[in-house]
């Protein structure tokens, strides 16, 4: 079955420190993740999928295929991050490629 | 583009109510579902579709029915309002396709109290 894990309701760190939030997930086949991000009672927007490798607001997250993890990483944290992220995992086309999220993770960034 | 437009906003409905949340999306996608926000829970699947005619449940479809007669549409009916349905629902869209382009897109939400 799939599962998506997120072990840390709540992370606060200073402005300028690093940030890791961590994802792991139990899955069959070929996994495909993805970040989003919810600001403050906004809807929830992509922040990065694995296939693409890309870093979006100095955020960049690696799929680890052995330790079953896609961790969202970002060396010196923003105030303006402050939101809560969700890891998610896309489903298959016959379930829609509807989306299991983790619990979500709460990122509080003071100064 | 409007992308994924939900209505309404907010809404506060008694006990035994029912009522329909909208959902229109423009971008043509042949995906859609219906999450419920709560605290602490994450984001869990009422319904999905994929595509017009075709819906199935989620995780959570006890309370909810859902219709797909057009590829925009995809409204989402509370039967019979209980306080165990106070949420926030977000409606999502997507194209999926042979490039695993899946991305989600999410409308702006309903903040649904039932009392």
Not at chain 1, 39 to 57: A, D, T
Request: proline residues 5%; glycine residues 8%.
């Amino acid at each position: 079955a799939q599962r998506v894990t997120q072990p840390e309701k709540l992370l606060s760190v200073f402005k300028g420190a690093p940030v890791e939030l961590k994802c792991n997930y139990s899955y069959s086949g070929s996994p495909e993740l993805f970040w989003y991000v919810q600001y403050s009672r906004q809807r929830l927007q992509l922040l990065l999928r694995h296939i693409s490798r890309e870093s979006i607001k100095g955020f960049t997250a690696d799929l680890n295929k052995g330790e079953t993890s896609f961790h969202l990483k970002k060396p010196f944290a923003q105030e303006e991050d402050s939101a809560m992220y969700y890891c998610a995992l896309s489903g298959t086309p016959n379930s829609g490629y509807a989306l299991n999220f983790g619990k979500g993770t709460s990122l509080l960034v003071t100064p | 583009n409007a992308g994924v437009t939900q209505t309404p906003k907010f809404q506060v409905l008694k006990t035994g109510q029912s009522m329909t949340l909208q959902c229109a999306q423009d971008m043509n996608h042949e995906y859609m579902s219906w999450y419920r926000q709560d605290p602490g829970m994450g984001l869990r699947l009422i319904h999905y579709s994929v595509g017009a005619g075709i819906t199935d449940q989620g995780e959570v479809p006890n309370g909810y029915n859902v219709s797909r007669s057009t590829t925009e549409d995809f409204p989402l009916r509370l039967l019979s309002a209980a306080p165990s349905q106070t949420s926030v629902y977000f409606c999502a869209s997507s194209r999926g396709n042979s490039n695993m382009n899946t991305e989600a897109f999410f409308g702006q939400g309903t903040r649904l109290t039932v009392v």
